[in-house]
């Protein structure tokens, strides 16, 4: 048992967590719901009169509001761009790991350590030939062209993570399967597919994380509402002078709805991810 | 069935997918990078590219900003790591207790984790406002400060307040991964401990640390190569500034290539910052692998 002092001291400290970690996010929520006046008071109120949710309904619903509208078409941009990012990467980052983790071949240590480095390489090493490229191919401003640069990140890290969960299954199902005359693919498809499922999930949920955060090269890659992503359009409405804060706020609280609810539904999955993917050997 | 491939060319044709799209996009533009930092290609110049090979790294290497950017760097990423280590020890080591609300504090935990980068940014620079920001108003409510501050507009202060917001995001996952590792402790041990009569603080020493090293090292190499990259947070908060003072090495190559057009400039910052995180993750690795020896 720990002393009555020490208990009070963590309980402190635990209420202390606690309120650190909600109240910025917290505040950027109710920024979202008040009235510009309310929030441009001094001293500030911090539970407003009244409530508006007319930011949120001009969101999805005024094209003549252009911030509203702008973040509209950025939150549709970054959806489609990360989905397909995450289906593409869970299936051929996914192959991969298999083929590493399962069959002996030349070259196979230096191509997993290959993958690793190009995981690591920081962007801005890359980006000014392949802006450069893409502006003489007029590929500049495109989605097809965003998921591209995305996979080349997103793809490595899907190796690394799935391949040890691959590893973790027993090499004696992939024979059984063999023996009971399945091609590769089919042992692949009905045998080993279903037992490492929770893995994939938990794979493509931080793919889709990752993809979802990417900023740097949406910022140089995108310029319209064409293929611009949701980050991108918070930071340029919240880099200029006159700024509607509360509309800011909306923005972010949106862009922050589908990693939050991700997380928090599939918290045990995600944590079993990252620390696969964190730590090993 | 009739095999017709080998096992190995079975497994390269399962690969090639992830080999053409990744090494395809990332290799060239890798090596063209190192080109440009060894030719003159300055845009805002006029001048288009003849070789002149270790000039621009000897100049930039010769340049007070760029020291003085990577000397940010070194601080930023320095203080948000060590505090990301601090408090993600202490909170893992909290939610690793038996006390009321542990689930609750455990699925909140993840939170500033999950909001985007940008998203974080934004809402700091919120909360900052020198008029309006919720940080303003709250010290002066509990009359900590008497008047309202510009938080963003001294260099070292706005540093300073990109590092909290940096902390308040990055902290989680440090909690995270220890509370991940604290969860696998062998618990008879401890008990031992204490029966042999060891405080608290030396069982955190002799015990608990020397186990969480590995993970702790682990994190400690991740985040030294993001944070030497950092970016995405200043530009959102910042963006560079005020008089350069959150001017870090990824934002100052940025600049130099997208708004000077100085390509071969930022080129070779960017090998420079690529380099850097090298040799801090080798030294890492030597570190790790020499403990686990010992």
Known sequence: ??????????????????????????????????????????????????????????????????????????????????????????????????????????????????????????????????????????????????????????????????????????????????????????????????????????????????????????????????????????AEFSGKNAVDYGMIATGGVLASIPPLLIAIVFQRYLVRGMVAGGIKE | MKRKLSDAQFAWLIIAPSVVIVFGIVLYPLFETFLYSLKDLDLSAGSLGDYVWLHNYLEILSDGDFWASAGRTAYFAAVSISLELILGTLIALLLNEEIKGKTFLRSIIIIPWAVPTIVNGAMWKWIYHSEYGALNALLTQLHLIDHYHSWLNSPWMAMNMVIIADVWKMTPLVTIFLLASLQLVNKSVYEAAMVDGAGMIRRFFTLTLPYLKPTLLVIIVMRTMETFKVFDIIYAITQGGPANGTMVLTYQAYLKAFSNLQYSQGATISYLIGMMIALLTYGYVKMLKRGEAA
């Open chain 1, 1 to 234: 048992m720990r002393s009555k002092p020490f208990r009070l001291l963590q309980y402190a400290f635990a209420l202390c967590v606690a309120v650190f970690t909600l109240a910025p996010f917290a505040w950027l929520v109710i920024s979202s719901v008040s009235y510009q006046k309310d929030l441009t008071t001094t001293p500030l109120k911090w539970i407003p009169d009244n409530l508006t949710f007319e930011r949120y309904r001009d969101i999805f619903t005024n094209p003549d509001n252009e911030m509203a509208y702008a973040f509209k078409m950025a939150m549709i941009n970054s959806f489609t761009v990360a989905s397909t990012v995450t289906v593409i990467a869970l299936i051929v980052g996914g192959l991969a790991a298999y083929a590493i983790s399962r069959y002996r071949f030349r070259f196979r240590e230096k191509l997993v350590y290959l993958f690793l480095f190009t995981y690591m390489i920081p962007s801005v090493v890359i980006v000014i030939p392949l802006y450069l490229l893409f502006s003489e191919m007029q590929m500049l401003d495109s989605k097809m062209t965003l998921v591209l640069l995305d996979l080349t990140f997103v793809i490595p890290f899907v190796i690394w993570v799935m391949q040890s969960y691959f590893d973790s299954i027993s090499k004696e199902f992939d024979e059984a399967a063999a023996v009971d005359g399945c091609s590769r693919l089919q042992t692949l498809w009905y045998v080993v597919f279903p037992i490492v499922r929770p893995g994939i999930i938990a794979t493509g949920i931080l793919a889709f994380l990752l993809a979802w955060d990417e900023f740097f090269f949406s910022l140089l890659f995108t310029s319209s509402l064409e293929a611009k992503t949701i980050s991108v359009a918070i």
